[in-house]
């Protein structure tokens, strides 16, 4: 079937097309969107138990100590380096519903034997080291895969509206996750725990796959270009892509320069809000708890208003503002009275959770419905690898700076930092944007 209009069919007015847009239901009431969002929703609520529950396995059961403890994290963080942009192209050579289905399956059997180790009392923390990394393996195709199949259950205009509900669910799944993950690693040890996150996976598939809309099968190669790409020139192609979009490597110099400065304050603020040496805040852990559960609200905020606020501001100045107010958020921190420093602390979660979710959920959407359906694998992958590539080097600047400098001058840093991250795009396209501009050919 031929998607050209023929000479015959008159073009649509703008009443019309508005008139259709108006009417189309919201995406609560989108069979397919729902259940992707129903098996996200469960998904995440089970990465927050495992979360939790994974590092107490190997503090508790396995009695690792400092050094082991930092390999499990190294090892859980070196996948999205290792494997980011080959995903990518894998994204872009198949069908994404198949890749997420698959991932969840593989993660659900890998998670599984963490508990039968456990209770065989064969288990390792080298197991637990093996397990970690090909998780985090199939998470990276997941995440990549998931990012870019989002477009093809939702129109472009409601790509910001389908990632804030996503948001949303990610948002509860970070308040009420903690808590009951807690609650299970005491009533039943942090490997049992563990189940209930590989039961979340299968659940999610079983939602996924009843997902009705058939997604279309990608073409392997342009036609034009004689023999197939190799895995390598392809990665490049999608590298060259977010390289040369002017949107896309201004929301990559934002985001990437924002995590960079945010890590090095985030190695040390709780040492700094929790620690009892001298100038340090020495909360209780129940008052930190409490801070974090309270600056999730702006979490929520974000989430319920992430979609809304383009529509009265535009999406550019949303996504500028937002990138601009996340480092104010993080003033709050050396800022905070010593005294009396809990409203402060909470204030600034509040704001800092607030414009993370509605930066993301904006410039998220801005990504996709640019981005041809061929290359978005490799743009989400592309973005993913620079913005996060910058979290391991803020951290270990963040160390090395805490224990040279002192904590207060590295948050001073950590801030200031993170408030320049939005001249990127500040000074770039993005800014002048109200709505989202025609995809990209």
Request: charged share 15%; net charge neutral.
């Amino acid at each position: 079937m031929s998607l050209e209009r023929s000479p015959a069919s008159p073009e649509p007015s703008s009443a019309e097309l508005e008139s259709s847009i108006h009417h189309r239901p919201t995406l609560w009431r989108q069979g397919d969107f729902m259940k992707l969002w129903t098996a996200q929703t469960v998904s995440q609520f089970g990465d927050e138990i495992t979360g939790i529950a994974l590092p107490f396995v190997a503090i508790q059961i396995l009695h690792a100590g400092p050094l082991e403890f930092g390999i499990l994290g190294v090892v859980r963080f070196l996948p999205w380096i290792l494997f980011t942009l080959p995903a990518g192209v894998w994204v872009d050579r198949m069908r994404r519903r198949p890749i997420l289905m698959g991932a969840d399956l593989a993660r659900a059997a890998l998670l599984a034997t963490i508990p039968i180790g456990f209770l065989a009392g064969w288990l390792t923390i080298w197991q637990v080291y093996v397990v970690s990394f090909l998780a985090g393996t199939l998470e990276v195709f997941f995440d990549v895969a998931y990012q870019s199949y989002l477009p093809s259950l939702v129109h472009r205009d409601e790509l910001v509206e389908g990632n804030s509900k996503l948001e949303l669910s990610r948002a509860a799944s970070s308040v009420a996750g903690p808590t009951v993950a807690g609650f299970l690693i005491q009533l039943v040890t942090a490997p049992i725990a563990i189940i209930f996150d590989a039961l979340s996976y299968v659940i999610g598939v079983l939602f996924v796959s009843l997902i009705r809309r058939q997604e279309p099968t990608p073409e392997p190669h342009d036609p034009a270009l004689g023999k197939p790409p190799s895995m390598w020139q392809e990665a490049r192609a999608g590298l060259g892509y977010v390289l040369s979009n002017r949107f896309l490597r201004s929301i990559a110099a934002c985001t990437g320069t924002a995590n960079l400065f945010g890590n090095i304050g985030g190695t040390v603020v709780l040492l700094y809000i929790a620690g009892d040496d001298e100038g340090q805040l020495a909360l209780s852990a129940a008052t930190v708890g409490v801070i974090f559960a309270l600056g999730n609200i702006g979490v929520l905020l974000g989430a319920l208003s992430g979609g809304r606020l383009p529509k009265t501001f535009g999406i550019g100045p949303v996504i500028v503002g937002t990138a601009a107010l996340s480092g104010v958020a993080l003033l709050a921190v050396p800022l905070a009275p010593p005294d009396d420093p809990f409203w402060f602390l909470v204030a600034g979660g509040i704001i800092g959770g607030f414009t993370t979710v509605v930066y993301n959920v904006n410039q998220v959407g801005l990504r996709q419905a640019i981005t041809p359906d061929r290359m978005l694998g490799r743009m989400n992958a592309t973005m993913r690898l620079i913005v996060w590539g910058t979290i391991p080097i803020g951290a270990l600047i963040g160390g090395i700076l805490g224990a040279t400098i002192g904590l207060i001058p590295t948050l001073w840093i950590s801030a200031i930092g993170s408030f320049l991250a939005f001249l990127p795009v500040f000074f770039s396209p993005v800014r002048q944007l109200r709505e989202i501009p025609a995809q990209a050919e």
